[in-house]
């Protein structure tokens, strides 16, 4: 089961332009439900400048086909996973299987909180990919940053991560006791808190910190067994209570397992040793552990510079702009979907989305991934640290189980050609380019694709070849 978080609408299915009824693709409207599951109005007709138009209105011309009928036409599977998008439940994901692990119609690739059921799938506030109702940080990190003197690396970041160490409801990225439980009696004596448990984290109980110095007063001073300092934002203290001093921590709000060591090579490839303690993983040595990196495999030390750390992540979404598909997406939250996987590695699933390297043009010939997909982790290769491929787990294992799998899986591009599915004019097709659509009257539709639109329509596809192109 793959989840693809930050679902976007694809160019094939956008409002058309208001200057003109015409649609170059001849594509179906799925109507005002997005497309959920169990949607069954009729699509509109609409004009395709080949002369033909999509079938089907309110009248019950034509009506669509049932579910359990063949896809005859590939304007009603745009997608291309074999499931028309009235019966679809993730019609903007190619999702064959149709997993949906908490039985609210919406498909596990699509639902940021897919274990939840809801009926807002979509509803993230803070763009960091992790659904509100199963977001323990749900809201935007500025809210925690609300000035005093502390330093850009202890300021939260947008990070995420599901752990919550003291289990009291307060994920760790933005606990002001990561440690000590302190909201709402969570965390105390035999009451951890569990995913979908009533909480308010605006409660005068919940985080309590009289005197504003983002800490709480719960743990403000104390020092557990084996840490560095205590608990305190300066640089010799040690927030997360894990050995290291905010100053040697790579992440200092997350705390690392206790690793002792000798030297660099007692400990995880790309970790220092610290004063006999194992640090954070750091793959690309920016002084930013993988965990809290908006960047793990490339250097983006401004992330935690003061005055850069908003211009690395503009759009808020916790990828950084070296990472980013291109550079529009930097523009539109496009946050790192999340999977449930048996294997990881400093919080990156280890999966190969394409091991073959190689995809489908817009003709049907084999032609291999560009150099940026090929050398993005997770791709082709294994992320740093894997060691072997990981098998992605289902509603087969129980919830808690499955949500302690939470693993990163890099940003959706469906069609492998290096630009995010937010900013794809056609995310199902390999356009590397971008090619916008120009009609036979030389009329450019900035809004739709060349290579799904016009002769490369849905339309001219055959459904008896799964709707590949060039068939």
């Known amino acids: 089961m793959l989840l693809v978080l930050g679902a976007c609408i694809p160019a094939e299915l956008d409002p058309i332009d208001s200057d003109s009824a015409t649609d170059p693709g001849g594509t179906v409207d799925p109507g005002s439900s997005g497309g959920t599951a169990g949607h069954t109005s009729s699509p509109s007709t609409t004009a395709d400048p080949t002369g033909d138009s999509t079938t089907g209105d309110s009248t019950g011309e034509q009506p669509l086909p049932t579910c359990d009928e063949p896809v005859q036409s590939c304007k009603l599977d745009i997608d291309r996973d074999g499931v028309m998008f009235h019966c679809d439940n993730a019609p903007e ?17 699509s639902d940021l909180c897919p274990i939840l059921p809801g009926d807002l799938p979509g509803a993230d506030s803070d763009k960091d990919g992790i659904g509100n109702d199963c977001d323990l940080c749900p809201r935007a990190p500025a809210i925690y940053n609300d000035g005093g003197p502390i330093s850009e690396k202890m300021k939260v970041h947008n990070i995420p991560q599901v752990e919550d160490s003291d289990h009291d409801g307060i994920g760790d990225a933005c606990d002001n006791c990561v440690r000590t439980p302190n909201c709402q009696g969570y965390g105390d004596g035999l009451d ?8 308010d984290r605006e409660a005068s109980d919940c985080q309590a910190d009289l005197d504003g110095d ?13 840490a560095a300092g205590p608990v305190g934002i300066g640089l010799d203290d040690d927030f997360d209570q894990d050995g290291l001093t905010n100053d040697e921590d790579t992440c200092p709000r997350q705390p690392v397992p206790q690793q002792a060591c000798d030297g660099a090579e007692d400990c995880l490839a790309g970790a220092d040793c610290h004063n006999g303690q194992c640090g954070h993983v750091d793959s690309d040595g920016d002084d930013v552990g993988d965990i809290c990196d908006t960047c793990p495999w490339n250097k983006n030390p401004q992330q935690i510079q003061m005055g850069q750390a908003e211009e690395d992540d503009q759009d808020g ?8 598909t291109s550079a529009s997406a930097g523009e539109t939250p496009d946050p790192r979907p999340f999977g449930f996987y048996d294997i990881s590695a400093n919080g990156y699933c280890c999966v190969r989305l394409n091991p073959a390297g190689t995809t489908i043009d817009p003709d049907g010939n084999t032609v291999p991934l560009p150099a940026k997909v090929l050398n993005q982790p997770g791709i082709a290769e294994l992320p740093p640290g894997c060691t072997q491929e990981g098998q992605p787990l289902n509603g087969t294992v129980d919830l808690a189980t499955l949500w302690a799998s939470f693993c990163l899986m890099p940003q959706s591009d469906q069609d492998f050609d290096g630009l995010g599915d937010v900013v794809d004019l056609c995310p199902y097709t390999f356009d590397p380019d971008n090619t916008i659509y120009v009609d036979d009257n030389d009329k450019e539709w900035e809004n739709f694709g060349k290579y799904c639109s016009g002769d490369y329509s849905p339309e001219h596809l055959d459904p008896a070849m799964m709707c590949l192109p060039g068939t």
């Open 317 to 324: 979404d916790f990828v950084g702009a070296a990472c980013e």
């Open 192 to 199: 951890p808190f569990e995913l979908g448990d009533p909480i």
């Open 93 to 109: 994901h190619i999702n064959p299987d149709q997993s949906d692990v908490d039985g609210d119609g919406f498909g596990d690739v």
């Open 214 to 226: 983002h800490v709480g007063d719960a743990c403000a001073g104390t020092m557990l067994p084996g």
